[in-house]
């Protein structure tokens, strides 16, 4: 169902009006700086749009996990500086919604404000409609443009949507729903999906419903494993699912030949005994070694797979791509994706180790996907309650 955008709203529904926007900047912060500004300017496009349209646009988000109430080391407070050095404007601090809405209607015409972490109030994740109520006085109008929280029924991303209207998509949302729909409705054959990570555990409903869409699904990371295992190969002392080989007896029995797996791996005793890593094939696993990456004869099959696709998804690395050599399956997959993009196919990527394997290569793919675990529940075919919440266009 394709929800309304703040696209379709009227320019004279913006100007004075006060924007009551949900944004994802749930960032990484280290000795109260934040280390990784890439989801507040993603926020940018929405933000800015409504500050040209003369909105006053007051931003709600959650930071980390407190618990037990307000906690100064997940304050949005610190944030600030960052965020008026993006916007170029100041940006004022409301540590009390309840007593926040004076200060958005001080607000001028433009003028941004930031409230405090929504998490700090215990009503925000059990969806209180009484906190709704109260995040719903500060505006006139709600823009949801937190895809990465749209798959939790919080006040912030699913009550408030039910009390404050319009409630309508903002561009960063709009831009997930489009590719990431576009992957479940009519992608363009073929449709090449890479998954990749630790567990299978974790995408198994993803698996299930790319399965049938894909022409191809290629599987690497420690989840290879498990499958490897299934066909009764040693991996030695690899990450293995145990109570997962049934299921992925299961899965290669159903596939057809969709279901791809690395042809080789590169093993090594231990992660911290990298230097004596050597590449194997993947029916050449010795007893007391442990797969960290796939292998460049790997890396060349999945390559030459991904330039024929059209339509190209991927989620979750090769390898422990955070310790070199182990990184080189990963690279290879994400340059593969940007050449792929080169011949004309779509490439969106999504999830969180992926988004930081293609750092500097973003404007070179169709859509990375901020969403994180929304990202793989709306693959999944789930309802993300923030989502139904908007309404329809």
Request: hydrophobic share 45%; proline share 6%; net charge positive.
């Amino acid at each position: 169902m394709k929800k309304r955008s703040l696209r379709d709203l009227p320019p004279q529904a913006l100007d004075g009006k006060r924007a009551l926007v949900r944004v994802d900047f749930n960032v990484p912060l280290k000795n109260g700086k934040v280390t990784d500004d890439t989801r507040l300017r993603a926020s940018l496009p929405t933000i800015k749009y409504l500050r040209d349209k003369g909105a006053r646009v007051v931003l709600l988000s959650h930071l980390g996990r407190p618990k037990g109430g307000p906690d100064p080391q997940y304050s949005l407070k610190q944030i600030i500086p960052n965020l008026e050095k993006l916007l170029g404007a100041p940006v004022e601090f409301i540590a009390d919604p309840a007593a926040g809405v004076a200060a958005t209607r001080r607000l001028t015409r433009g003028g941004v404000a930031l409230v405090e972490n929504t998490r700090f109030w215990s009503g925000e994740e059990k969806n209180d409609p009484e906190l709704a109520r109260t995040f719903a006085a500060l505006g006139d109008l709600y823009v949801n443009d937190a895809f990465g929280s749209a798959h939790r029924a919080h006040a912030s991303t699913e009550a408030v949507a039910r009390l404050l209207k319009p409630a309508v998509a903002g561009f960063l949302m709009e831009q997930e729903l489009q590719f990431l729909g576009q992957l479940l409705g009519n992608p363009k054959p073929p449709f090449i999906a890479v998954l990749g990570g630790a567990k299978i555990s974790g995408k198994i409903d993803v698996i299930r419903s790319l399965l049938p869409r894909v022409d191809e699904l290629l599987i690497g990371g420690a989840m290879a494993c498990t499958f490897l295992a299934a066909m009764g190969l040693e991996v030695g002392s690899s990450l293995v699912e145990p109570d997962r080989i049934a299921l992925a007896k299961e899965l290669l029995a159903t596939s057809g030949k969709k279901l791809i797996l690395p042809r080789g791996a590169v093993i090594a005793p231990s992660l911290e005994r990298a230097n004596e890593s050597k590449s194997v094939p993947a029916d050449g696993i010795p007893a007391g070694w442990a797969v960290f990456d796939i292998d460049t004869t790997t890396q060349h099959d999945y390559r030459a797979r991904l330039l024929r696709g059209k339509t190209i998804f991927w989620n979750g690395p090769m390898g422990v791509f955070e310790t070199p050599p182990f990184d080189a399956g990963t690279r290879a997959v994400a340059t593969a994706l940007v050449d792929a993009g080169k011949k004309g196919a779509v490439t969106v990527v999504g999830g969180g180790d992926s988004v930081a394997a293609v750092a500097g290569m973003e404007d070179r793919l169709t859509h990375v996907s901020t969403g994180g675990g929304a990202s793989l529940e709306f693959l999944e075919g789930k309802e993300l309650p923030g989502v139904a919440a908007l309404e329809n266009a």
